[in-house]
């Protein structure tokens, strides 16, 4: 069992800059492939950002490519979005997500893919 925390949201200007952060425990943190996810109210969750066990191989959604960076920390059990360029459309709540993928060092970007999710923080982009 893992269980993920993330944190970082808030709210913030268009144009700005936000860190999300998931922390992971329970389990060994470089076992797992993590993916960020978002859904805006009325929307489905969509993919955001992936990242392979190793860090080593990385994929981002069309919609936040050249803006939005996933990495992660396997000392620290973290895995982080960075988030620049801010618009009011990537307005929603992020979740981390982490699935088991030791034997493979790649990345996933289905949800159904994942095995674990944290319970959220929410980012507010105004205008």
């Known amino acids: 069992q893992v269980q993920l925390v993330e944190s970082g949201g808030g709210l913030v200007q268009a144009g700005g800059s936000l860190r999300l952060s998931c922390a992971a425990s329970?389990?060994?943190?470089?076992?797992?492939?993590m993916g960020w996810f978002r859904q805006a109210p009325g929307k489905e969750r969509e993919v955001v950002a992936a990242?392979?066990?190793?860090?080593?191989?990385?994929w981002h959604a069309n919609s936040v490519k050249g803006r939005f960076t996933i990495s992660r920390d396997n000392a620290k059990n973290t895995v982080y979005l960075q988030m620049n360029s801010l618009k009011p459309e990537d307005t929603a709540v992020y979740y981390c997500?982490?699935?088991?993928?030791?034997?493979?060092?790649?990345?996933?970007?289905?949800?159904?893919?994942?095995?674990?999710w944290g319970q959220g923080t929410q980012v507010t982009v105004s205008s």
């Open positions: 997500a982490a699935k088991e993928g030791r034997s493979s060092d790649t990345f996933y970007s289905a949800p159904r893919h994942y095995d674990y």
């Open positions: 990242i392979s066990w190793s860090g080593g191989i990385t």
């Open positions: 329970g389990r060994t943190f470089s076992d797992y492939a």
